[in-house]
């Protein structure tokens, strides 16, 4: 018995099979931009390693779903499946399997070890690179060892053949010896139905409109890894590919886009960086296992995401973190006597590259002032008395005024350099954030705003630099590709600014865009290409926080219609 296809079937090329709270994933992507001919174990504790080659006996087919990894041909297939988040089961009909060692030297300092427990019988790889075993037990059938206790250089592995089934586990130093409970089709029934409720938890509102939800629902889950190392929570990771960190803005948007369903899990990602706030307020840069960055921060959207977000367990906690970080910004990021705050490079304001930043790196910028403007709002709303209160809406409003008198030309946001003085436009469409202000913006000002943003629209959405620019580039990061963290934040003001015509094709054309070419890092802004990393969470998460709006949305519509036709008079027969 077989457990049967369930959900989308997505290509390994683009998104790794993985398990919610596993550390590795399969896939023959083993480095940045690097296909291997082979599906790879690959283990994301201390970084990106592919740790076991997955080598079929013969060519085979190989199809993927959420619960369920296969090579298939005529004449024999192969079946893996979690069993939890550190063990998978594979299994193996008229097919044989090779798991063999990704690297193929050991050194002093690297690469793997192998050998046969003597007291079990199970076959062990010890890895420098992850520093974790990785434990094949033979459930069923013949094993072949190669190269037990080898040194320097040679294969390593196990060769498997006629009708086998396995175990593979990565652990730390020791465990009990591995015992099978359920039989491979309840493992994948099993895992089926993690996914399924996931799903369902997500994503309620589902349907042929939405083609793209239940795909999404699996690039979020099997991107979830549990805690360890720095990840002090159940984290979401950007990828499972090498974009494998929880980055400070990033993490909002898969906040938001569990929310309603897993409120507890959309918690964990909004506060995972703030565990590792420094002593000035300010959060890292990006976590992972084993690092921890504070060379850059990232923008302040925390105070726009909350409002997003269902009340908290601990909302004083709340308060003082988002003070902390805020008052980060007020003190170590303004000019003495200055109003507005700085970055001190791009990468400061998640827009690495953008053309805003190339006169100067330490510039005042109209984005970053109108997410601290939304960051004081929500200080002010969550104040724990109405002094507090009043001092966040008074600097609110000074930054926002502040804003206006100089950064604004009359017909569009200019950047200024935080020690030179001097002021530039941009083509990019960083210049046209403030946006998000909504109809805190005055009327004239959100209109010339939407306008411009209407000039940065193509067929897939706005483009991160005016598409007739000298400087767009077709894969030039920040410079031209669309990305869904500016397409949600411009989506959400232009909405709230009354441009509901405008918001409304822009939430159409990114979903359509994601429905052909998933959820890429970014998108060839004239193609429609997904580029760089093709399984990343936040355009997951992007396709799920506008699938829902325009569900909700239409659902409103219709019960709008209902109620008026209840209450239309009858005319008489």
């Given at each position: 018995m077989t457990v049967a296809a369930s959900g989308p079937v997505f290509s390994l090329r683009e998104i790794p099979f993985?398990?919610?709270?596993?550390?590795?994933?399969?896939?023959?992507?083993?480095?940045?931009?690097?296909?291997?001919?082979?599906?790879?174990?690959?283990?994301?504790?201390?970084?990106?390693?592919?740790?076991?080659?997955l080598a079929p006996s013969a060519e085979s087919d190989v199809t993927a779903t959420p619960h369920q990894l296969t090579w298939s041909r005529a004449d024999g297939r192969i079946d893996l499946a979690y069993e939890n988040a550190d063990t998978v089961r594979l299994r193996g009909r008229g097919l044989g399997l090779s798991l063999l060692a990704a690297d193929p030297a050991l050194t002093p300092f690297s690469g793997p070890y192998f050998y046969q427990d003597p007291v079990d019988g199970s076959f062990v790889f010890t890895v420098?690179?992850?520093?974790?075993?990785?434990?094949?037990?033979?459930?069923?059938?013949?094993?072949?060892?190669?190269?037990?206790?080898?040194?320097?250089?040679?294969?390593?592995?196990?060769?498997?053949?006629?009708?086998?089934?396995?175990?593979?586990?990565?652990?730390?130093?020791?465990?009990?010896?591995?015992?099978?409970?359920?039989?491979?089709?309840?493992?994948?029934?099993?895992?089926?139905?993690?996914?399924?409720?996931?799903?369902?938890?997500?994503?309620?509102?589902?349907?042929?409109?939405?083609?793209?939800?239940?795909?999404?629902?699996y690039v979020l889950w099997s991107a979830t890894v549990r805690p360890a190392g720095f990840v002090t929570r159940p984290a979401v990771l950007m990828s499972k590919h090498w974009m494998d960190k929880v980055w400070s803005w990033d993490h909002c948007f898969n906040a938001?886009?569990?929310?309603?369903?897993?409120?507890?899990?959309?918690?964990?990602?909004?506060?995972?960086?703030?565990?590792?706030?420094?002593?000035?307020?300010?959060l890292p840069d990006s976590v992972t296992h084993s690092e921890i960055l504070y060379n850059f921060v990232k923008p302040p959207i925390h105070g726009w995401a909350l409002r997003s977000l269902p009340p908290a367990a601990e909302p004083e906690e709340i308060y003082r973190l988002l003070e902390r970080w805020t008052t980060f910004w007020l003190t170590a990021r303004r000019v003495p006597g200055g109003d507005l705050p700085h970055y001190q490079h791009g990468n400061d304001s998640g827009w690495d590259n953008a053309t805003t930043f190339d006169p100067e790196r330490v510039v005042e910028t109209a984005d970053l002032a109108a997410f601290l403007v939304l960051q004081l709002r929500e200080l002010a709303r969550r104040a724990p008395d109405p002094a507090a209160a009043a001092h966040w809406s008074g600097?609110?409003?000074?930054?926002?005024?502040?804003?206006?008198?100089?950064?604004?030309?009359?017909?569009?946001?200019?950047?200024?350099?935080?020690?030179?003085?001097?002021?530039?436009?941009?083509?990019?469409?960083?210049?046209?954030?403030?946006?998000?202000?909504?109809?805190?913006?005055?009327?004239?000002?959100?209109t010339a705003l939407a306008a411009r943003i209407a000039a940065h629209l193509t067929a897939f959405g706005p483009a991160t630099e005016h598409p007739e620019s000298e400087h767009y580039q077709d894969d030039g990061y920040w410079r031209g590709p669309i990305w869904a963290p500016s397409t949600v934040l411009i989506e959400d003001g232009l909405r709230r600014a009354g441009h509901v015509g405008l918001a409304d094709e822009i939430s159409a054309r990114f979903r359509a865009l994601c429905e052909r070419s998933g959820f890429a890092e970014n998108f060839d802004a004239r193609t429609g290409e997904g580029l760089r990393d093709r399984a990343y969470t936040w355009t997951a998460s992007a396709y799920l926080i506008l699938a829902a709006a325009d569900e909700a949305r239409r659902e409103r519509r219709t019960q709008t219609a209902e109620a008026a036709a209840l209450t239309r008079p009858r005319t008489p027969a």
């Open positions: 993985s398990y919610r709270g596993s550390w590795f994933g399969f896939s023959p992507v083993i480095a940045q931009k690097t296909y291997a001919p082979d599906v790879h174990l690959v283990s994301h504790q201390t970084g990106m390693h592919p740790i076991l080659r420098y690179q992850t520093g974790r075993r990785y434990r094949i037990t033979v459930l069923a059938g013949q094993a072949e060892a190669r190269g037990a206790q080898a040194l320097g250089t040679a294969e390593r592995g196990v060769v498997l053949s006629g009708e086998w089934e396995i175990a593979v586990e990565e652990y730390e130093t020791a465990r009990a010896p591995y015992a099978r409970t359920d039989a491979f089709e309840q493992v994948a029934a099993a895992a089926r139905a993690e996914f399924d409720a996931f799903t369902a938890a997500v994503a309620p509102w589902r349907s042929d409109r939405t083609p793209a939800a239940e795909l999404a629902a938001i886009a569990l929310a309603d369903g897993l409120p507890g899990l959309a918690w964990d990602q909004f506060r995972l960086p703030f565990d590792h706030q420094d002593d000035a307020g300010a600097a609110a409003d000074r930054m926002r005024d502040a804003l206006l008198a100089e950064l604004w030309t009359g017909d569009r946001f200019v950047a200024r350099g935080a020690n030179s003085g001097r002021t530039w436009s941009s083509s990019s469409l960083l210049d046209l954030m403030p946006i998000v202000l909504g109809d805190e913006l005055p009327e004239p000002v959100h």
